[in-house]
Nanobody
Framework: QVQVVESGGGLVQAGGSLRLSCAAS????????MGWYRQAPGKQRELVAD???????SYADSVKGRFTISRVNAKNTVDLQMNSLKPEDTAVYYC?????????????????WGQGTQVTVSS
């Protein structure tokens, strides 16, 4: 069994900061990429940032220079530091991780998602 749990969302004024955290737990062999996605009302879910297990990061153009993704492999955690928040950053933020679980005969990698955490930025 594998669980992915986010925390840290909330309400903040424009220009403020929030830090999202995500922790994976369970029978984990290894985690490859970890990332943060978001979905605003009436819009498709979009990638915000992701990070490989070697620390290589990528960001959506809309958040470059404002958001920073980081992870601690030993703790199976990934964080998203969000600065200079804008009302258009308002969305439900989801943590995603490609997790390998040891099976009877092989290691199987699957995408796991957290339940989502609401981020609301007021103008």
């Amino acid at each position: 069994q594998v669980q992915v749990v986010e925390s840290g969302g909330g309400l903040v004024q424009a220009g403020g900061s929030l830090r999202l955290s995500c922790a994976a737990s369970g029978s984990i062999f290894r985690i490859n990429d970890m990332g943060w996605y978001r979905q605003a009302p009436g819009k498709q879910r979009e990638l915000v940032a992701d990070i490989t297990r070697f620390g290589v990061t990528s960001y959506a153009d809309s958040v470059k220079g404002r958001f920073t993704i980081s992870r601690v492999n030993a703790k199976n955690t990934v964080d998203l530091q969000m600065n200079s928040l804008k009302p258009e950053d308002t969305a439900v933020y989801y943590c995603n991780a490609e997790i390998g679980v040891r099976g009877p005969a092989m290691i199987r990698f699957e995408d796991y998602w957290g339940q989502g955490t609401q981020v609301t930025v007021s103008s």
